[in-house]
């Protein structure tokens, strides 16, 4: 894009200096693009299609409220706008380990000092990295507008047509601290799978006198689609470990069955992974090695 | 627009389109064309630069991000002692990038040694090694950043 096209003139940049100034301007025009790291911004079909009037871009780079990261006994606090590689920087004995796992998967470090959690929440298509940890994790959302805000869980939030309502934005994300045995993220980004048919794989499992007193599961795809099963879940959960085969063969052909309900939209290839990773995910934790866990 | 930072320790004004990339504006605007560029996705990481001395994918960067901020090229980077550290490491370390990657990868040790003059080979992978660049060879890139290493720290402490 650079130094070419003759819609360059027709980009008008506001600089917000605290999050009032930031809700009363988006308010008013709430057709306004917001730049947060920029990352997810450059690179959408919004931004990079001609413009015939003068497009407003929001840049919040001088909003401190939205970079600063709080932490609670319970809970951590991230603004939208902090960059993922500052959240990385809370250190690893306090994230999750599936969520730094993810974290660390997103693209390398020079972009990670520029993108940040809400715009990887902000647009669908990019929510295959992070999404379904997030989703996993209960995480909740601050999402603001002029005349006040309120806080979302997450799986409310995706289920949003549109993500968000005029002059409204995603402001505070609230990650809670809670402890899992097992955790495990798995993203497939291989060029032997070609850019269609990636797949992220995210699953948290916490057992306690040897029951399985929680367990959870969410894939991710391409094009914003998020599928999590709580039935599944819901089965596994409460068993005494370890699990046997026998007892792994009914939740294999639920996990069939959950395929076959979103099957236009996840391809073979997809299904393969999802279904190989939860097999070898039950099979490495929750079986025979079970006793092997730290 | 008008945009006011700092590039290589120098207070500068730029009119420019808002939208203009920091790769081209560095080239076209201040000829500095030592940063490479890629992919323009932020992908490959050879146009690399110091954002606030963090690494940062400049063609990920419009004009606009750039109010207020500093920016380091390896033009800017050339006449400070740690340069010195870290092509003479390289060298010892018998690790020689190509022209094209050569100054994303000197700023980017220089980026890893400023919070850690020992990096693992983790940390290698995860803030240098991700350029992606043929030329290449991780055992001389590792070797190299722990000569730099020691020859910053050894400078540091006056010996």
């Excluded at chain 1, 959240?87 to 999750?96: E, T």
Aim: aromatic share 8%; proline share 6%.
């Amino acid at each position: 894009m650079g130094a070419s096209g003759k819609h360059l003139s027709l980009v008008q940049v506001h600089y917000p200096k605290n999050l009032p100034a930031l809700l009363a301007f988006y308010q008013k025009n709430p057709r306004s693009l917001i730049c947060a790291g920029g990352t997810s911004l450059l690179q959408s079909p919004v931004w990079n299609a001609p413009k015939e009037t003068i497009q407003d871009v929001i840049s919040l780079s001088q909003i401190p409220e939205l970079t600063h990261i709080s932490r609670t006994e319970s809970y951590i606090e991230v603004g939208a706008a902090a960059p993922i590689s500052q959240i990385l920087g809370i250190g690893r004995h306090v994230l999750s380990a599936a969520l730094e796992s993810a974290l660390t998967r997103v693209a390398n470090g020079a972009v990670r000092n520029l993108a940040t959690l809400g715009g990887s929440l902000a647009f669908s298509d990019r929510w295959l990295s992070l999404v379904p940890v997030l989703l996993l994790l209960d995480v909740r959302l601050e999402l603001r507008r002029q005349s006040g805000g309120e806080w979302v869980p997450i799986a409310k939030f995706l289920e949003r047509h549109p993500l968000f309502r005029p002059g409204e934005m995603l402001t505070r994300i609230r990650i809670p601290l809670e402890e899992w045995n097992v955790q495990h993220f798995q993203i497939y980004k291989s060029h032997a799978f070609g850019p269609l048919n990636q797949l992220s794989w995210c699953a948290l499992a916490q057992a306690e006198k040897g029951y399985l007193e929680r367990f959870r599961m969410a894939v991710g795809a391409p094009a914003g689609l998020i599928i999590r099963n709580r039935e599944l879940e819901n089965t596994v959960s409460g068993k005494k470990l370890p699990l046997s085969l026998k007892e792994l063969a009914p939740l294999q052909e639920q996990l069939q069955q959950t395929l076959e309900n979103v099957q236009p939209r996840l391809s073979f290839i997809q299904k393969q992974l999802m279904t190989r990773t939860t097999y070898w995910f039950l099979l490495r934790y929750l079986t025979d090695l079970w006793e092997d866990l730290p | 627009m008008i945009i006011d930072f700092t590039l290589n320790g120098k207070p500068e004004s730029l009119t420019v389109p808002a939208e203009k990339r920091l790769p081209d504006i560095l080239r076209e605007d201040f000829k500095l064309t030592m940063t490479s560029t890629g992919c323009r996705r932020g992908e490959c990481g050879v146009c690399l630069v110091l954002l606030n001395g963090r690494p940062v994918s400049s063609c990920l960067i419009p004009a606009f991000r750039l109010r207020g901020n500093s920016i380091l090229t390896i033009e800017g980077f050339q006449d400070n002692p740690e340069y010195f550290d870290i092509i003479q490491g390289f060298l010892i370390g018998n690790y020689e990038p190509c022209e094209h990657c050569l100054s994303s990868r000197i700023l980017a040790v220089h980026a890893l040694l400023e919070v850690n003059l020992r990096p693992t080979e983790q940390e290698i992978i995860e803030n240098v090694a991700f350029i992606n660049c043929r030329c290449t060879d991780f055992s001389s890139l590792c070797a190299g950043i722990a000569e730099a290493g020691r020859l910053k720290e050894a400078r540091s402490h006056g010996r």
